[in-house]
Protein backbone atom coordinates (compact mmCIF):
# COMPACT_ATOMS: atom_id res chain seq x y z
CA UNK A 1 0.00 0.00 0.00
CA UNK A 2 2.59 2.43 0.70
CA UNK A 3 4.55 2.60 -2.68
CA UNK A 4 4.80 5.76 -4.39
CA UNK A 5 2.30 5.80 -7.07
CA UNK A 6 3.48 7.95 -9.98
CA UNK A 7 0.93 10.16 -11.73
CA UNK A 8 1.55 8.85 -15.14
CA UNK A 9 -1.38 10.79 -17.35
CA UNK A 10 -2.18 9.96 -20.88
CA UNK A 11 0.10 12.07 -23.62
CA UNK A 12 -1.40 15.01 -25.45
CA UNK A 13 -1.52 12.85 -28.66
CA UNK A 14 -3.68 10.19 -26.19
CA UNK A 15 -6.00 13.02 -24.80
CA UNK A 16 -6.67 14.47 -28.51
CA UNK A 17 -7.48 11.51 -30.11
CA UNK A 18 -10.52 11.00 -27.79
CA UNK A 19 -11.21 14.83 -28.59
CA UNK A 20 -15.00 15.45 -29.47
CA UNK A 21 -14.28 18.11 -31.81
CA UNK A 22 -13.27 16.63 -35.54
CA UNK A 23 -9.27 16.70 -36.80
CA UNK A 24 -8.49 20.59 -37.63
CA UNK A 25 -11.59 22.03 -36.37
CA UNK A 26 -11.04 25.48 -36.28
CA UNK A 27 -13.81 28.91 -35.10
CA UNK A 28 -14.02 31.57 -37.78
CA UNK A 29 -13.49 34.38 -36.14
CA UNK A 30 -13.72 36.44 -38.76
CA UNK A 31 -17.48 36.31 -38.14
CA UNK A 32 -17.52 36.60 -34.03
CA UNK A 33 -21.32 36.90 -33.73
CA UNK A 34 -21.58 33.53 -35.46
CA UNK A 35 -19.79 31.77 -33.57
CA UNK A 36 -20.73 27.96 -32.70
CA UNK A 37 -18.93 27.32 -28.94
CA UNK A 38 -21.11 24.05 -28.57
CA UNK A 39 -18.62 21.17 -29.38
CA UNK A 40 -15.37 22.62 -28.24
CA UNK A 41 -16.90 23.66 -24.93
CA UNK A 42 -17.96 20.09 -24.67
CA UNK A 43 -14.82 19.16 -25.41
CA UNK A 44 -13.11 21.21 -22.48
CA UNK A 45 -15.87 19.67 -19.91
CA UNK A 46 -14.44 16.39 -21.01
CA UNK A 47 -10.96 17.09 -20.36
CA UNK A 48 -12.13 19.08 -16.98
CA UNK A 49 -14.63 16.45 -15.34
CA UNK A 50 -11.97 13.59 -16.12
CA UNK A 51 -8.25 15.56 -15.63
CA UNK A 52 -7.33 17.56 -13.01
CA UNK A 53 -4.42 20.18 -13.66
CA UNK A 54 -0.86 19.35 -13.62
CA UNK A 55 -0.34 22.05 -10.87
CA UNK A 56 -2.65 20.66 -8.66
CA UNK A 57 -1.26 16.85 -9.33
CA UNK A 58 2.06 18.26 -8.41
CA UNK A 59 1.20 19.56 -4.95
CA UNK A 60 -0.60 16.51 -3.93
CA UNK A 61 2.02 14.45 -4.79
CA UNK A 62 4.42 16.39 -2.83
CA UNK A 63 1.94 16.48 0.14
CA UNK A 64 2.22 12.68 -0.35
CA UNK A 65 5.57 12.62 0.14
CA UNK A 66 5.90 14.70 2.95
CA UNK A 67 3.45 12.56 5.16
CA UNK A 68 4.94 9.31 7.02
CA UNK A 69 5.30 5.95 4.73
CA UNK A 70 1.80 4.13 5.68
CA UNK A 71 0.18 6.62 7.48
CA UNK A 72 -3.75 6.82 6.64
CA UNK A 73 -2.55 10.27 5.02
CA UNK A 74 -0.24 8.98 3.02
CA UNK A 75 -2.26 5.73 1.87
CA UNK A 76 -4.82 8.76 0.88
CA UNK A 77 -3.32 10.41 -1.27
CA UNK A 78 -1.62 7.82 -2.66
CA UNK A 79 -5.78 6.60 -3.27
CA UNK A 80 -6.23 10.00 -4.58
CA UNK A 81 -3.19 9.65 -7.31
CA UNK A 82 -4.77 6.17 -8.40
CA UNK A 83 -8.02 8.09 -8.83
CA UNK A 84 -6.33 10.59 -11.11
CA UNK A 85 -4.89 7.88 -13.01
CA UNK A 86 -7.89 6.37 -13.55
CA UNK A 87 -10.44 8.76 -14.20
CA UNK A 88 -8.39 10.07 -17.16
CA UNK A 89 -7.46 7.27 -18.05
CA UNK A 90 -11.27 6.07 -18.81
CA UNK A 91 -12.46 9.50 -19.11
CA UNK A 92 -14.50 9.23 -16.89
CA UNK A 93 -15.57 12.04 -13.78
CA UNK A 94 -12.59 12.17 -11.44
CA UNK A 95 -15.73 12.40 -8.83
CA UNK A 96 -19.38 11.83 -9.05
CA UNK A 97 -20.29 15.19 -7.38
CA UNK A 98 -19.21 16.87 -11.05
CA UNK A 99 -20.15 20.34 -9.08
CA UNK A 100 -21.98 23.31 -9.85
CA UNK A 101 -20.99 24.42 -13.08
CA UNK A 102 -19.26 28.33 -13.46
CA UNK A 103 -18.22 29.85 -16.99
CA UNK A 104 -15.72 32.80 -16.99
CA UNK A 105 -15.96 33.98 -21.07
CA UNK A 106 -13.51 36.83 -21.81
CA UNK A 107 -14.06 38.21 -25.59
CA UNK A 108 -13.49 40.56 -28.30
CA UNK A 109 -16.04 43.30 -29.32
CA UNK A 110 -18.72 41.66 -31.67
CA UNK A 111 -18.72 38.29 -29.64
CA UNK A 112 -22.31 37.62 -28.67
CA UNK A 113 -23.21 36.40 -25.44
CA UNK A 114 -26.51 35.49 -26.07
CA UNK A 115 -25.39 32.60 -28.30
CA UNK A 116 -22.78 32.10 -26.52
CA UNK A 117 -24.93 31.26 -23.22
CA UNK A 118 -27.09 29.18 -25.54
CA UNK A 119 -24.18 26.94 -26.74
CA UNK A 120 -22.73 26.88 -23.67
CA UNK A 121 -25.45 25.54 -21.74
CA UNK A 122 -26.32 23.14 -24.85
CA UNK A 123 -22.49 21.53 -24.43
CA UNK A 124 -23.20 21.03 -20.45
CA UNK A 125 -26.46 19.18 -21.29
CA UNK A 126 -24.19 16.88 -24.01
CA UNK A 127 -21.85 16.02 -21.21
CA UNK A 128 -24.50 15.52 -18.80
CA UNK A 129 -26.26 13.22 -21.36
CA UNK A 130 -22.71 11.03 -22.08
CA UNK A 131 -22.28 10.61 -18.06
CA UNK A 132 -19.72 12.91 -17.58
CA UNK A 133 -21.27 15.37 -15.68
CA UNK A 134 -24.03 14.19 -13.06
CA UNK A 135 -27.41 15.93 -13.22
CA UNK A 136 -26.74 18.34 -10.66
CA UNK A 137 -29.38 20.80 -10.91
CA UNK A 138 -32.51 20.28 -8.86
CA UNK A 139 -35.60 22.61 -7.76
CA UNK A 140 -34.76 24.05 -4.07
CA UNK A 141 -37.83 22.54 -2.47
CA UNK A 142 -39.58 19.66 -3.64
CA UNK A 143 -35.58 18.81 -4.41
CA UNK A 144 -36.90 17.40 -7.88
CA UNK A 145 -34.13 16.77 -10.86
CA UNK A 146 -34.20 18.58 -13.57
CA UNK A 147 -32.39 15.80 -15.23
CA UNK A 148 -30.41 18.06 -17.75
CA UNK A 149 -28.28 20.21 -15.68
CA UNK A 150 -30.37 23.25 -16.02
CA UNK A 151 -32.34 25.95 -13.67
CA UNK A 152 -35.97 24.81 -13.55
CA UNK A 153 -36.79 27.94 -12.96
CA UNK A 154 -34.40 30.46 -14.68
CA UNK A 155 -31.42 30.19 -16.33
CA UNK A 156 -28.81 30.57 -13.23
CA UNK A 157 -27.41 27.50 -14.34
CA UNK A 158 -24.94 26.83 -15.45
CA UNK A 159 -23.05 30.35 -14.02
CA UNK A 160 -21.75 33.02 -16.22
CA UNK A 161 -18.84 35.86 -15.98
CA UNK A 162 -18.67 37.24 -19.09
CA UNK A 163 -15.81 39.41 -19.66
CA UNK A 164 -15.23 42.13 -22.71
CA UNK A 165 -11.68 42.12 -23.50
CA UNK A 166 -9.55 44.77 -26.50
CA UNK A 167 -7.48 41.52 -27.14
CA UNK A 168 -8.62 39.13 -30.52
CA UNK A 169 -8.76 35.80 -28.48
CA UNK A 170 -11.33 34.08 -26.78
CA UNK A 171 -10.84 32.44 -23.28
CA UNK A 172 -13.52 30.32 -21.83
CA UNK A 173 -12.39 28.70 -18.42
CA UNK A 174 -14.93 26.64 -16.53
CA UNK A 175 -14.77 25.43 -12.58
CA UNK A 176 -17.14 22.44 -11.38
CA UNK A 177 -17.82 23.37 -8.03
CA UNK A 178 -18.97 20.22 -5.54
CA UNK A 179 -21.08 20.35 -3.18
CA UNK A 180 -19.16 19.73 0.00
CA UNK A 181 -16.56 22.02 -0.76
CA UNK A 182 -18.98 24.99 -1.79
CA UNK A 183 -20.97 23.87 2.07
CA UNK A 184 -17.47 24.66 4.43
CA UNK A 185 -16.94 28.30 2.30
CA UNK A 186 -17.35 30.86 4.70
CA UNK A 187 -17.97 34.56 4.94
CA UNK A 188 -17.01 36.57 7.65
CA UNK A 189 -17.63 40.45 8.77
CA UNK A 190 -14.79 41.95 10.57
CA UNK A 191 -14.84 42.72 13.69
CA UNK A 192 -15.67 39.41 14.73
CA UNK A 193 -16.25 39.38 18.75
CA UNK A 194 -16.53 35.42 18.74
CA UNK A 195 -13.23 35.12 16.91
CA UNK A 196 -11.70 38.25 18.55
CA UNK A 197 -10.54 38.86 14.76
CA UNK A 198 -9.97 43.00 14.02
CA UNK A 199 -10.44 45.07 11.09
CA UNK A 200 -6.36 44.08 10.03
CA UNK A 201 -4.17 41.17 8.62
CA UNK A 202 -4.23 39.28 11.60
CA UNK A 203 -8.24 39.49 11.68
CA UNK A 204 -8.37 38.25 8.34
CA UNK A 205 -5.70 35.39 8.99
CA UNK A 206 -7.88 34.27 12.55
CA UNK A 207 -10.73 33.87 10.12
CA UNK A 208 -9.33 31.43 7.26
CA UNK A 209 -8.18 29.93 10.41
CA UNK A 210 -11.40 29.38 11.70
CA UNK A 211 -13.04 28.57 8.78
CA UNK A 212 -10.54 25.46 7.91
CA UNK A 213 -10.46 24.16 11.43
CA UNK A 214 -14.45 24.02 10.89
CA UNK A 215 -14.38 22.64 7.90
CA UNK A 216 -12.33 19.79 9.30
CA UNK A 217 -12.34 17.11 6.41
CA UNK A 218 -16.02 17.97 5.34
CA UNK A 219 -14.67 19.87 2.17
CA UNK A 220 -12.51 17.38 1.18
CA UNK A 221 -9.25 18.41 1.89
CA UNK A 222 -6.36 19.46 1.21
CA UNK A 223 -8.45 22.02 -0.16
CA UNK A 224 -7.41 25.01 -1.98
CA UNK A 225 -8.32 28.56 -0.68
CA UNK A 226 -9.40 31.58 -2.51
CA UNK A 227 -9.67 34.37 -0.38
CA UNK A 228 -10.72 37.97 -1.13
CA UNK A 229 -10.46 40.66 1.21
CA UNK A 230 -13.50 43.23 1.08
CA UNK A 231 -15.91 43.99 -1.30
CA UNK A 232 -19.57 43.25 -0.75
CA UNK A 233 -21.37 40.52 0.19
CA UNK A 234 -21.88 39.12 -3.85
CA UNK A 235 -18.50 40.92 -5.06
CA UNK A 236 -16.63 39.48 -2.42
CA UNK A 237 -17.35 35.66 -2.87
CA UNK A 238 -17.47 36.35 -6.87
CA UNK A 239 -13.75 37.15 -6.89
CA UNK A 240 -13.07 34.37 -4.00
CA UNK A 241 -14.28 31.74 -6.14
CA UNK A 242 -12.51 33.53 -9.03
CA UNK A 243 -9.42 33.17 -7.07
CA UNK A 244 -8.96 29.35 -6.79
CA UNK A 245 -8.24 29.24 -10.52
CA UNK A 246 -5.47 30.49 -10.35
CA UNK A 247 -2.48 28.03 -11.33
CA UNK A 248 -0.61 26.68 -7.11
CA UNK A 249 2.40 27.41 -6.90
CA UNK A 250 2.61 30.92 -8.74
CA UNK A 251 3.53 34.04 -6.74
CA UNK A 252 0.72 36.85 -5.56
CA UNK A 253 1.98 39.89 -7.62
CA UNK A 254 1.33 41.61 -4.69
CA UNK A 255 4.36 40.89 -2.46
CA UNK A 256 2.41 41.52 0.73
CA UNK A 257 -0.06 39.37 0.00
CA UNK A 258 2.19 36.48 -1.30
CA UNK A 259 3.91 36.29 2.01
CA UNK A 260 1.13 36.14 3.80
CA UNK A 261 -0.20 33.35 1.67
CA UNK A 262 3.10 31.56 2.30
CA UNK A 263 2.89 31.87 5.94
CA UNK A 264 -0.49 31.17 6.04
CA UNK A 265 -0.32 28.12 4.04
CA UNK A 266 2.34 26.43 6.10
CA UNK A 267 0.61 27.44 9.42
CA UNK A 268 -2.99 25.85 8.39
CA UNK A 269 -0.75 22.53 7.36
CA UNK A 270 0.19 22.55 11.45
CA UNK A 271 -3.49 22.39 12.19
CA UNK A 272 -3.24 18.21 11.71
CA UNK A 273 -6.66 17.63 10.15
CA UNK A 274 -4.93 16.43 6.76
CA UNK A 275 -6.58 14.30 3.88
CA UNK A 276 -9.88 13.74 4.37
CA UNK A 277 -9.73 14.55 8.10
CA UNK A 278 -8.07 11.51 8.94
CA UNK A 279 -4.86 13.68 10.46
CA UNK A 280 -2.05 14.80 8.76
CA UNK A 281 0.62 17.14 7.53
CA UNK A 282 -1.67 18.31 4.37
CA UNK A 283 -4.63 20.16 4.86
CA UNK A 284 -4.42 22.78 2.65
CA UNK A 285 -2.46 22.87 -1.14
CA UNK A 286 -2.43 26.25 -1.06
CA UNK A 287 -4.08 29.77 -0.74
CA UNK A 288 -5.08 32.63 -2.89
CA UNK A 289 -5.56 36.15 -1.61
CA UNK A 290 -6.69 39.17 -2.81
CA UNK A 291 -7.69 43.00 -0.98
CA UNK A 292 -10.04 44.35 -2.68
CA UNK A 293 -11.92 47.64 -2.27
CA UNK A 294 -15.04 47.77 0.58
CA UNK A 295 -17.75 50.08 1.89
CA UNK A 296 -16.04 52.08 5.08
CA UNK A 297 -19.09 50.60 7.23
CA UNK A 298 -18.51 46.63 5.98
CA UNK A 299 -15.29 44.33 6.40
CA UNK A 300 -15.85 41.16 4.71
CA UNK A 301 -13.47 38.31 3.99
CA UNK A 302 -14.55 35.63 1.66
CA UNK A 303 -13.32 32.42 1.70
CA UNK A 304 -14.28 30.08 -1.00
CA UNK A 305 -12.97 26.52 -0.06
CA UNK A 306 -12.21 24.08 -3.14
CA UNK A 307 -11.49 20.34 -2.87
CA UNK A 308 -8.39 18.42 -3.66
CA UNK A 309 -10.05 17.54 -6.76
CA UNK A 310 -9.91 21.10 -8.37
CA UNK A 311 -11.57 20.79 -11.96
CA UNK A 312 -10.79 23.36 -13.48
CA UNK A 313 -9.61 24.44 -17.27
CA UNK A 314 -9.07 27.53 -20.01
CA UNK A 315 -9.86 26.92 -23.89
CA UNK A 316 -8.17 29.52 -25.65
CA UNK A 317 -9.24 30.22 -29.40
CA UNK A 318 -6.40 31.91 -30.59
CA UNK A 319 -7.05 35.27 -32.94
CA UNK A 320 -7.07 32.76 -36.17
CA UNK A 321 -9.29 30.19 -34.06
CA UNK A 322 -6.83 27.60 -33.74
CA UNK A 323 -8.15 25.80 -30.63
CA UNK A 324 -5.97 24.92 -27.43
CA UNK A 325 -6.97 23.96 -23.72
CA UNK A 326 -4.60 23.90 -20.61
CA UNK A 327 -4.93 20.52 -19.63
CA UNK B 1 -6.49 -5.84 6.59
CA UNK B 2 -10.41 -7.06 7.81
CA UNK B 3 -12.75 -8.68 5.12
CA UNK B 4 -16.68 -7.59 5.93
CA UNK B 5 -19.11 -9.46 4.05
CA UNK B 6 -22.97 -8.28 3.92
CA UNK B 7 -25.09 -8.73 5.87
CA UNK B 8 -23.36 -8.47 8.60
CA UNK B 9 -23.43 -9.88 12.62
CA UNK B 10 -24.01 -7.73 15.54
CA UNK B 11 -21.08 -9.65 16.94
CA UNK B 12 -18.72 -8.52 13.75
CA UNK B 13 -19.84 -5.18 14.13
CA UNK B 14 -18.51 -4.55 17.48
CA UNK B 15 -15.20 -6.27 17.59
CA UNK B 16 -14.46 -3.82 15.17
CA UNK B 17 -11.85 -0.51 16.26
CA UNK B 18 -11.46 2.98 15.14
CA UNK B 19 -8.56 2.66 12.32
CA UNK B 20 -9.04 -1.09 11.48
CA UNK B 21 -9.13 -0.68 7.73
CA UNK B 22 -11.89 -2.88 6.25
CA UNK B 23 -12.73 -4.48 2.82
CA UNK B 24 -16.48 -5.05 2.41
CA UNK B 25 -18.10 -6.72 0.18
CA UNK B 26 -21.60 -7.76 -0.78
CA UNK B 27 -24.49 -5.39 -0.96
CA UNK B 28 -24.79 -2.23 0.16
CA UNK B 29 -27.82 0.54 -0.50
CA UNK B 30 -27.15 4.19 -1.12
CA UNK B 31 -28.80 6.59 0.58
CA UNK B 32 -28.44 10.38 1.04
CA UNK B 33 -30.03 13.73 1.84
CA UNK B 34 -33.88 12.82 0.53
CA UNK B 35 -33.52 9.15 1.56
CA UNK B 36 -32.59 9.89 4.83
CA UNK B 37 -35.48 12.40 5.43
CA UNK B 38 -37.41 10.22 3.58
CA UNK B 39 -36.91 7.15 6.21
CA UNK B 40 -36.60 9.47 9.64
CA UNK B 41 -40.49 10.74 8.47
CA UNK B 42 -42.40 7.91 7.15
CA UNK B 43 -40.29 5.15 7.60
CA UNK B 44 -41.29 2.66 4.78
CA UNK B 45 -41.93 -0.92 5.97
CA UNK B 46 -40.65 -2.13 2.49
CA UNK B 47 -37.00 -0.95 3.42
CA UNK B 48 -36.81 -3.42 6.60
CA UNK B 49 -35.62 -6.39 4.51
CA UNK B 50 -33.36 -4.36 2.15
CA UNK B 51 -31.35 -2.48 4.92
CA UNK B 52 -31.71 -5.07 8.23
CA UNK B 53 -28.09 -5.41 8.74
CA UNK B 54 -27.29 -4.43 5.83
CA UNK B 55 -24.75 -1.07 5.02
CA UNK B 56 -25.69 2.45 3.96
CA UNK B 57 -23.66 4.32 1.92
CA UNK B 58 -23.49 8.31 1.58
CA UNK B 59 -23.15 8.64 -2.27
CA UNK B 60 -24.82 10.21 -5.16
CA UNK B 61 -23.54 8.47 -8.26
CA UNK B 62 -22.55 9.33 -11.99
CA UNK B 63 -24.54 6.39 -13.45
CA UNK B 64 -25.06 5.49 -16.98
CA UNK B 65 -27.84 3.32 -19.04
CA UNK B 66 -26.47 0.52 -20.64
CA UNK B 67 -28.78 -0.46 -24.46
CA UNK B 68 -29.52 -3.56 -22.54
CA UNK B 69 -31.68 -1.74 -19.70
CA UNK B 70 -29.05 -2.18 -16.94
CA UNK B 71 -27.12 0.40 -15.03
CA UNK B 72 -23.61 0.74 -14.28
CA UNK B 73 -21.50 3.00 -12.07
CA UNK B 74 -18.90 5.45 -13.93
CA UNK B 75 -18.28 7.41 -10.56
CA UNK B 76 -18.99 6.59 -6.99
CA UNK B 77 -17.40 8.32 -4.42
CA UNK B 78 -18.62 9.13 -0.84
CA UNK B 79 -20.87 12.50 -0.25
CA UNK B 80 -20.36 14.45 3.26
CA UNK B 81 -21.93 12.23 6.00
CA UNK B 82 -22.79 15.60 8.69
CA UNK B 83 -25.86 16.46 6.48
CA UNK B 84 -27.87 12.99 7.38
CA UNK B 85 -27.12 13.57 10.89
CA UNK B 86 -30.32 14.62 12.14
CA UNK B 87 -31.45 11.52 10.55
CA UNK B 88 -28.88 9.13 10.70
CA UNK B 89 -29.28 7.45 14.70
CA UNK B 90 -33.24 6.97 14.03
CA UNK B 91 -32.73 5.33 11.08
CA UNK B 92 -29.80 2.94 12.21
CA UNK B 93 -32.40 1.77 15.00
CA UNK B 94 -35.43 1.46 12.98
CA UNK B 95 -33.88 -0.65 10.12
CA UNK B 96 -31.14 -1.97 12.21
CA UNK B 97 -28.36 -1.14 9.56
CA UNK B 98 -24.94 -2.02 10.88
CA UNK B 99 -22.67 0.43 9.07
CA UNK B 100 -22.65 3.62 7.33
CA UNK B 101 -20.38 4.28 4.91
CA UNK B 102 -19.43 8.22 3.96
CA UNK B 103 -16.74 10.96 4.17
CA UNK B 104 -15.89 13.58 7.08
CA UNK B 105 -17.60 11.40 9.92
CA UNK B 106 -20.53 12.57 12.43
CA UNK B 107 -21.30 13.84 15.55
CA UNK B 108 -22.30 12.65 18.75
CA UNK B 109 -26.07 11.67 18.21
CA UNK B 110 -24.89 9.04 15.50
CA UNK B 111 -22.22 8.27 17.50
CA UNK B 112 -24.91 6.56 20.08
CA UNK B 113 -26.70 5.46 17.63
CA UNK B 114 -23.87 3.13 16.52
CA UNK B 115 -23.46 2.13 20.14
CA UNK B 116 -27.35 1.62 20.78
CA UNK B 117 -27.49 -0.31 17.72
CA UNK B 118 -24.39 -2.09 17.17
CA UNK B 119 -22.95 -0.26 13.91
CA UNK B 120 -19.59 1.45 12.70
CA UNK B 121 -19.32 4.20 10.21
CA UNK B 122 -16.88 3.58 7.89
CA UNK B 123 -14.90 6.16 6.19
CA UNK B 124 -13.95 6.09 2.14
CA UNK B 125 -12.05 8.20 0.25
CA UNK B 126 -14.25 11.41 -0.73
CA UNK B 127 -13.29 12.70 -4.25
CA UNK B 128 -12.09 9.40 -5.27
CA UNK B 129 -15.31 8.57 -7.62
CA UNK B 130 -13.59 6.69 -9.98
CA UNK B 131 -11.45 4.63 -8.03
CA UNK B 132 -14.55 3.49 -5.63
CA UNK B 133 -16.69 2.80 -8.96
CA UNK B 134 -14.18 0.01 -9.55
CA UNK B 135 -15.09 -1.74 -7.06
CA UNK B 136 -19.09 -1.70 -7.95
CA UNK B 137 -19.30 -5.46 -9.41
CA UNK B 138 -23.11 -4.79 -10.39
CA UNK B 139 -25.82 -2.55 -9.75
CA UNK B 140 -28.39 -5.08 -7.82
CA UNK B 141 -31.70 -3.24 -7.79
CA UNK B 142 -32.32 0.58 -7.35
CA UNK B 143 -35.79 2.05 -5.70
CA UNK B 144 -37.44 5.93 -6.16
CA UNK B 145 -35.38 6.64 -9.07
CA UNK B 146 -38.26 8.40 -10.66
CA UNK B 147 -38.99 10.36 -7.35
CA UNK B 148 -36.00 10.99 -6.26
CA UNK B 149 -33.62 11.10 -9.32
CA UNK B 150 -30.23 9.39 -10.25
CA UNK B 151 -27.86 11.13 -7.16
CA UNK B 152 -30.47 10.43 -4.62
CA UNK B 153 -32.52 7.14 -5.87
CA UNK B 154 -31.84 3.90 -3.21
CA UNK B 155 -29.00 2.25 -5.41
CA UNK B 156 -28.67 -1.52 -4.20
CA UNK B 157 -24.95 -2.44 -5.60
CA UNK B 158 -22.71 -5.09 -4.91
CA UNK B 159 -19.00 -4.35 -3.79
CA UNK B 160 -15.73 -6.28 -4.08
CA UNK B 161 -12.97 -5.25 -1.98
CA UNK B 162 -14.42 -1.75 -1.30
CA UNK B 163 -11.86 -0.22 0.98
CA UNK B 164 -12.79 1.43 4.45
CA UNK B 165 -11.58 2.81 7.58
CA UNK B 166 -13.46 2.33 11.01
CA UNK B 167 -13.52 5.90 12.05
CA UNK B 168 -16.62 5.76 14.29
CA UNK B 169 -16.85 2.47 16.22
CA UNK B 170 -20.01 1.29 18.50
CA UNK B 171 -17.85 2.03 21.65
CA UNK B 172 -17.90 5.45 21.28
CA UNK B 173 -14.48 6.23 19.64
CA UNK B 174 -14.52 8.87 17.06
CA UNK B 175 -11.62 9.48 15.06
CA UNK B 176 -13.12 12.97 13.95
CA UNK B 177 -13.54 13.99 17.63
CA UNK B 178 -10.13 13.30 17.96
CA UNK B 179 -8.49 15.58 14.85
CA UNK B 180 -11.53 17.86 15.62
CA UNK B 181 -9.97 18.63 19.34
CA UNK B 182 -6.28 18.84 18.11
CA UNK B 183 -6.91 21.21 15.21
CA UNK B 184 -9.12 23.14 17.16
CA UNK B 185 -5.85 23.42 20.09
CA UNK B 186 -3.71 24.08 17.38
CA UNK B 187 -5.95 26.88 15.96
CA UNK B 188 -5.97 28.71 19.24
CA UNK B 189 -2.35 28.60 19.14
CA UNK B 190 -2.07 30.02 15.62
CA UNK B 191 -4.26 32.58 16.51
CA UNK B 192 -2.88 33.68 19.67
Not at chain 1, 290 to 299: D, K, T, V
Request: hydrophobic letters at 40%.
Amino acid sequence: MSECVVPTLTSAEVVASKSVLPEGWKADMSNLAGLDLTLCATELLRRTTSRLPQDVIDALVKGRDAEEPGSRAFNTLNDMVRNIILADGNVSPLCQDTGSIIFWVRHPFGFSQRAARKQLRAAVMEATKRSWLRPNCVESLSGKNSGTNMDPFHDHHPAFHFEEWDQAHIEVSVMQKGGGSENVGAQYRLPDAALGAGRDIKGVRKCIIDAVVKAQGQGCSPGILGVSIGGDRVTGWERAKELVLRKLGTANPDPKMDAFEKELTRDLNTLGIGPMGYGGATTVLGVSAEEMYRHPASFYVSIAYMCWSSRRGTLTLAADGQPSYDL
Amino acid sequence: MIRLTTPLTEEAIRQLKVGDEVLLNGNVVLSRDMGHKFMKEQKPEWLKPILENMVIYHCGPVVRKNADGSWTFVAAGPTTSIREEPYQADVIETYKVRGVIGKGGMGKKTSEGLQKTGAVYLHATGGAGSLLAERVKRVVDVKMLEEFGSPEAFWIIEVEDFPLVVTMDSHGGSLHEIVAQQSQDRAKALMA
